[in-house]
C-alpha cells in the first residue's frame, strides 16, 4: 500500500510533544533526522540523542484526513513549513537495503544486513559480520564506529580476551570475535545495548561462551590485552584510573566517540599509563589507540 509522509523542523526541546501529536492523528510511524547536518554525540545512559534543530517524519495511512490533520499541527506551531509527500506503494522491507550498501573495513572484514542480495557471494571470500541498520553508533556507518572496526581489522586479536566497553549493538565485540578473539566481554550500563549485543551475537552464530554481557557494576572479570571503548570524552576521561585497570600491560586500549578537539584532554586522563600513537581522525571524529606502559 501507499503511504503519506508529513515532515517538518523543530527545536529539540518539542520533539516529544510533536511526536504525541502525530500519533494521536493516527501516525504509523514517527522518526527524528538531523535538520541542520549537525554531528550527534553517543549518549549518556539513560538519555535519547537527539540534534539542537531535529526534522519529525510521520508515517501516514492513505485515507488520513489531510486537511484535520494540517489544521492540528498548524494550532500546535503557526509557523512551521509543512511538505506533504505520498510515498509509493513498495516492498517496504526489502527498499532500505537498497540503500544500506555492504562495507569494507579492510583486510576482507564487512558490515552488511542479514538480508542484502550480495550476502552470500559476500561470504564467500570475506568475513562478514551481519548487522542490520539501526542507531548510528550501532551499525558502522558512524565515523567512530568505523574507525574502530579500521583498527579492528589491522590488528586482529587472535585467540584474545577482548574487553567492549560500551558495547551498545555489541559491533565492536562481535567483530573482534569474527577476526579471532576467543572470548569478549561486553559491558554496558544500558539493559537494552546488552540484550540487543547478545541479540547480534546470536544472529552472527555465536554463543555465550564467546560473548558474556554486563553492566559496568557487575563486572569483576580479567584484565585484556585490548580494551575496546567508543564512548564519549567526559566518560571516558572518568573511567581512564579503571580502563587502565582492565588493560594488561603491553595492552592495546582503544578509545573512541570524541570528537578531534577533544583528543588531546582525553589523552591528558591516561598519559601516566600509557603510549599513545598519532591520533586518527575521519571527519571531525578521533581515534586514540594508546599501549600500556605503566
Not at 133 to 143: D, K, Q, R, S, V
Amino acid at each position: 500500500m501507499s503511504f503519506i509522509e508529513i515532515s517538518f523542523q523543530v527545536p529539540e526541546k518539542i520533539t516529544s510533544a510533536c511526536s504525541d501529536l502525530l500519533e494521536k492523528q493516527g501516525a504509523l510511524a514517527v522518526s527524528y533526522f538531523d535538520g541542520a547536518n549537525e554531528p550527534l554525540l553517543e549518549p549518556k545512559p539513560g538519555t535519547t540523542p537527539l540534534w539542537n534543530n531535529v526534522k519529525v517524519v510521520g508515517l501516514f495511512d492513505p485515507q488520513t484526513d489531510l486537511q484535520s490533520l494540517r489544521k492540528s499541527l498548524f494550532d500546535f506551531l503557526p509557523n512551521i513549513s509543512l511538505q506533504v509527500t505520498t510515498l509509493p506503494d513498495q516492498e517496504w522491507s526489502r527498499v532500505w537495503l537498497l540503500h544500506f550498501k555492504p562495507m569494507n573495513f579492510g583486510h576482507g572484514f564487512w558490515v552488511a544486513p542479514h538480508e542484502h542480495p550480495d550476502i552470500d557471494s559476500l561470504e564467500k571470500d570475506n568475513i562478514v559480520l551481519k548487522l542490520d541498520p539501526g542507531l548510528a553508533f550501532g551499525t558502522g556507518t558512524h565515523p567512530t564506529t568505523a574507525l574502530c572496526l579500521q583498527w579492528l581489522s589491522s590488528h586482529p586479536p587472535r585467540d584474545q580476551h577482548v574487553i567492549d566497553y560500551g558495547c551498545g549493538s555489541g559491533i565492536l565485540g562481535i567483530g573482534a570475535l569474527l577476526l579471532g578473539a576467543t572470548h569478549v566481554d561486553a559491558i554496558d550500563y544500558d539493559p537494552q545495548a546488552l540484550t540487543s549485543t547478545k541479540d547480534n551475537a546470536l544472529r552472527n552464530y555465536l554463543n555465550d561462551s564467546q560473548i558474556a554481557v554486563f553492566s559496568p557494576q557487575d563486572y569483576v572479570g580479567q584484565a585484556s590485552k585490548t580494551v575496546l571503548a567508543n564512548i564519549l570524552a567526559e566518560p571516558l576521561i572518568e573511567l581512564a584510573p579503571r580502563l587502565r585497570l582492565l588493560t594488561k600491560m603491553g595492552g592495546h586500549l582503544v578509545l573512541s566517540g570524541l570528537l578531534t578537539n577533544q583528543a588531546e584532554r582525553v589523552q591528558a586522563a591516561y598519559q601516566n599509563w600509557f603510549s599513545f600513537e598519532p591520533v586518527k581522525s575521519h571527519e571531525e571524529w578521533a581515534l586514540l589507540v594508546g599501549v600500556r606502559v605503566a
